[in-house]
């Protein structure tokens, strides 16, 4: 199996609304990834988790909130977006240590309105 | 900072011709370069990767080289068809890092 399953594929939300994505893999993998990519632009790296701890939060605001319950799942929690957030969220996930291909889910579109 | 230029934005050419894309990265501790193609509403997928020790590799119509001294590595596509028609993303990792530098992609389109 190598999918990373991402649910929901859209989702359209208010500005005070709170909501979660979701990511799965079961490859055995111990990095898991979110990403943020807007139209015509390369994937933007947000977090990262390697065995279930965060290692990297590139300065997203805190109205994004990761949480890895275990080493197949990957959350995204979402609270008071706004506009400019709308975008594909994709999670990816890859084998630990060097020189390892990351595999990317289909991603959420997210609309905040 | 890390960072990848990536050209040309866009390349338009005909079916069966070939499509160079080119990349230059900075951080010389870059020893993993993987090129992704990304089709219109779908995720990026990896379509072939090159590593520091090496300096080509090729996938049947797809080749791509890295000078490591120069820093720069490219992406070949021989006999082009219309689904190749993507965008391509390049991309340079470090050992033991989990951050991926990306280009800032190439639409590539193929004419019929």
């Known amino acids: 199996d190598t999918e990373v399953t991402q649910t929901p594929k859209h989702l359209v939300m208010g500005m005070t609304n709170k909501k979660s994505l979701k990511c799965e893999q079961h490859m055995g993998h111990r990095a898991m990834y979110w990403y943020k990519q807007k139209a015509k632009k390369p994937p933007e790296l947000m977090f990262v988790y390697s065995y279930e701890k965060l290692s990297i939060n590139e300065s997203v605001p805190s109205r994004f909130s990761p949480e890895c319950p275990n080493s197949s799942l990957l959350n995204l929690h979402l609270h008071a977006l706004q506009p400019e957030d709308s975008a594909l969220y994709l999670c990816a996930s890859s084998a630990q240590g060097a020189e390892t291909e990351a595999f990317f889910g289909q991603g959420t579109r997210l609309t905040v309105v | 900072g890390e960072n990848v230029e990536q050209h040309p934005s866009t390349l338009s050419v005909q079916e069966g011709d070939s499509a160079v894309i080119k990349c230059t990265y900075s951080?010389?501790?870059?020893?993993?370069f993987p090129w992704y193609k990304q089709e219109l509403g779908k995720r990026p997928q990896l379509i072939i990767d090159i590593r520091s020790n090496v300096g080509e590799k090729k996938d049947q119509r797809i080749a791509v080289t890295l000078n490591k001294t120069a820093k720069h590595f490219s992406l070949h596509i021989t006999e082009t068809q219309p689904e190749d028609s993507a965008v391509y993303f390049c991309a340079a990792k470090r050992t033991g890092g989990f951050k991926t530098i990306f280009g800032a992609g190439t639409r590539l389109f193929v004419k019929a």
């Open positions: 951080d010389s501790a870059s020893n993993y």
